[in-house]
């Protein structure tokens, strides 16, 4: 008896929740239902009385957990134990040539190499952690390394298991990492957006856009209301699975123990099959009821994945090959130009509405003066467009035969349509607006700012940067970290306690890493990525700032046309300025050790890491090595110092072996590195 409750009352309440997800897997899973939806409306909502009249019975991994609960005030992050990593690409049967010769001759065998095809599903990726068998955490994928949880969002998905059926001898796993792609299907797309128009809401671009911002919804009441699927195509960590050969077998253990595996998969298959199932999937893409835009090819066997390892950001036992976009013909009302937050002015043509592969286009890219040019677009012309990748909408081609006369050339204006400073051509063939104080580029400015990879200040939106920049709240990005709430509270629609979290969220977001602070200045051609090696190599701002760019250039991972970029930033006595209002309005960066290449015995030292170690993860080892000082690398080279084999190392130790390079067990690994950790 659980407190008190009366022991039939405890025994119907686990009734209804072992019943409830039985019947949420054949629904959802098995597309075999075995009772109406009536009577499982019937059977949640008896449980709901339950839970809600003895508060004691309820259980995180209850089906009633599905209707949502109460809201967050920001989403917490989460790093995967194993990077989520994105794929190369390609776009024809070429390719897919190319990439089997890449794989056979990397393995060195001349034998046919058995794949496992995917369709590549145009969602959103997330990972789901089980701990003894019941969904702990959710995660979006993030930027690989580190992702947003979005646990009580995932819960609201039925074809999510909250608990892995272990039904029989069989304990469920201790722990369980499983990788998927969160959709919306075409017919609830359609169906949402009626809904939305119906309510006077803003539509949603596409499928994909609808489904990102349902999981990123603080009140998962919400993303209850959404019609979100999920199909799971692979494992981060899953040592339940470790004794399957082939990724054909994870997937399979995957779907015994409950999950939903994309029916169109297509197992072990040679090159002559993945070429037929390429051209499959293409005729068959419109007639799917959720959107692809391509096909995923993975090597089959593990071990073979295993010796082909990763580069720092893709892996080389996988590939991605998109479809031809899909075109569609309609005409240029107008093109007018934007003005982003490097002052970049980008015409943009302004389409009569056309339906592209079930997605209403109304605007596209023209990417430079250059470019408008070359195709010769005009306004009134009629021109085909599609959604590059399927995604981003673009003009392909003018149709000049239809032309009547009437077609307006486009002229790139020579000051800017915002502020009205002189607009110059750079250096880069861009046209850029002058004026640092442009309000176009503030906006832009602070909304990246204020971006979840920078300060990450929730409730810094739009509509509210828009009013802050145009009553002159704010002159530069430095000025929000100074705003206050009987200033916010003059605002239009800004209430007392919407004022009063956003300048907690901003106290909160001042406290910054290094390398997300160079991220947020916004230098330009400095991304997450180069801020990370950045604030790897510097141990200050004022370091980085004296840095000449022949120092630059000579730093891992930092070209020529970057380095000259971020001399440029700090030779500018405006962005000085700017920087240190920052820090006078209390701005502080902190440089953590995870960060700051140390000087250690392991400085300068590079390792490549094969195998598995049975006392810490690669990814640990990664760590340890880079906070000693040293540097992790995917292949053995003639500048390799170490290579650390684990079981089974594969190839990389025989290479090692033909170059010199020592090789350490996982024991000698520890004694190197135990002296050497900082």
């Known amino acids: 008896m659980a407190n008190g409750v009366d022991p039939k ?149 039925s074809s ?30 359609e169906a949402l957006n009626r809904r939305r128009l119906s309510e006077n809401q803003p539509l949603f671009a596409n499928p994909r856009n609808a489904a990102a911002g349902s999981l990123r919804q603080l009140d998962s009441r919400i993303t209850a209301r959404r019609p979100l699927e999920i199909f799971v195509y692979g494992v981060g960590t899953a040592p339940a699975l470790t004794a399957a050969d082939s990724h054909a077998e994870v997937l399979r253990g995957l779907e015994g123990f409950g999950f939903r595996i994309n029916p169109l998969i297509r197992y072990q298959i040679g090159l002559p099959e993945i070429l037929e199932y390429y051209e499959y999937l293409n005729a068959k893409r419109l007639s799917l009821s959720y ?10 066997r593990l071990s073979y994945q295993q010796r082909l390892g990763t580069t720092s950001k893709r892996p080389r036992w996988a590939i991605a090959i998109k ?58 012309d009629q021109v085909f467009v599609q959604r590059a990748g399927d995604v981003i909408p673009e003009v392909v081609k003018v149709i000049k035969s239809v032309r009547d006369g009437s077609e307006r050339p486009f002229e790139m204006p020579g000051a800017c349509p915002v502020c009205g400073a002189r607009a110059v051509r750079d250096e880069e063939a861009i046209t850029r607006c002058i004026n640092v104080a442009c309000p176009a580029q503030l906006k832009a400015n602070i909304k990246h700012l204020a971006s979840k990879a920078a300060f990450d200040i929730d409730g810094l939106g739009d509509k509210l940067i828009d009013q802050l920049v145009e009553k002159n709240y704010v002159r530069s990005y430095a000025d929000i970290f100074g705003l206050s709430w009987g200033g916010l509270r003059q605002l239009e629609r800004m209430g007392d306690k919407s004022a009063e979290n956003l300048v907690n969220a901003i106290a909160a977001s001042k406290d910054v890493p290094f390398s997300r602070f160079l991220y947020a200045i916004g230098i330009r051609h400095v991304g997450q990525h180069t801020a990370a090696i950045l604030a790897a190599n510097y141990r200050s701002l004022d370091q980085l ?13 930092i070209g020529p046309v970057v380095a000259a970029s971020i001399a440029e930033f700090f030779s500018r006595r405006e962005n000085l ?18 960060e700051l290449l140390q000087d250690g015995e392991l400085t300068g ?39 650390v ?13 033909e170059l010199g390079v020592t090789i350490l067990d996982e024991s000698e690994f520890k004694t190197l590195i135990s002296g050497a950790v900082v």
Not at 167 to 180: D, F, I, K, N, Q
Not at 292 to 299: A, E, F, T
Not at 582 to 589: K, L, Q, R, T
């Open 291 to 300: 959107e692809i835009d391509g096909m995923v090819v993975k090597v089959d």
């Open 577 to 594: 300025a700017t920087v240190q209002a920052m820090f006078e309005n209390g701005v502080v960066i902190r440089t953590s050790a995870s």
């Open 545 to 557: 700032a004296e840095a000449s760019r022949e120092e630059l250039e000579a730093i891992d991972g």
């Open 9 to 157: 009352t405890e025994e119907r309440a686990e009734f209804l929740r072992r019943e409830l997800h039985r019947h949420n897997y054949r629904y959802f899973v098995l597309d075999d239902p075995e009772i109406s939806d009536t009577e499982y409306d019937r059977m949640m909502q008896e449980l709901i009385g339950l839970e809600q009249s003895h508060p004691e019975l309820a259980r995180p991994d209850s089906p009633s957990s599905r209707v949502g609960s109460e809201p967050l005030e920001k989403f917490d992050s989460a790093a995967h134990s194993i990077p989520m990593l994105s794929l190369d690409k390609g776009f024809s049967d070429s390719e897919i040539l190319e990439f089997d010769k890449r794989v056979k001759r990397s393995l060195d065998t001349a034998e046919d190499i058995r794949y496992t095809a995917e369709p590549k599903l145009d969602g959103v990726a997330v990972e789901l952690v089980y701990e003894n068998g019941r969904l702990s955490m959710a995660s979006t994928r993030g930027d690989g390394e580190v992702g947003e949880v979005i646990t009580p969002n995932i819960k609201t998905i």
């Open 323 to 380: 479809f031809e976009a899909l075109q569609e013909r309609t005409r240029v009302l107008d093109i007018r130009v934007q003005v982003g937050r490097t002052g970049a002015l980008t015409p943009v043509a302004h389409l009569e509405p056309v339906n592209v592969g079930g997605v209403t286009v109304s605007r596209a890219s023209l990417h430079n003066e250059d470019e408008v040019k070359k195709k010769d677009v005009r306004i009134g």
């Open 160 to 189: 999510v298991p909250l608990v892995i059926d272990s039904s029989g001898e069989t304990p469920p796993p201790a722990l369980l990492e499983v990788r998927g792609e969160v959709i919306i299907s075409k017919a609830n797309f």
């Open 645 to 657: 084999a684990g079981e089974s190392p594969g190839s990389k130790t025989d290479k090692a072996r």
């Open 605 to 643: 030292r590079t390792f490549v890491l094969t195998g598995k170690l049975e006392t810490m993860t690669r990814e640990d080892a990664r760590k340890r090595i880079e906070a000693a000082g040293g540097k992790v690398t995917g292949s053995v080279s003639r500048k390799t110092d170490y290579v």
